[in-house]
């Protein structure tokens, strides 16, 4: 379930603030990736709710 474009423009990074990127190429695990150069988290989506919490986030390989 993709997320509406005006709650993308508004959402960031919570460890570092930079805009967030809807990965959801993956239906089975959709997530936000961090844009930031430093940074790079990736954020879970479950049930269609962000969950921008710097503990349940993984590093992309």
């Not at 190429?25 to 959709?30: G, N, S, Y």
């Not at 710097?54 to 390989?61: F, G, K, L, M």
């Amino acid at each position: 379930m993709p997320l509406e474009a005006g709650l993308l423009e508004i959402l960031a990074c919570p460890a570092c603030h930079a805009p967030l990127q809807d990965k959801s190429a993956d239906e089975t695990a959709p997530e936000l990736l961090c844009t930031g150069k430093d940074c790079g988290f990736a954020y879970p989506v479950r049930d269609g709710i962000p969950v921008l919490l710097v503990d349940e986030a993984r590093r992309p390989a």
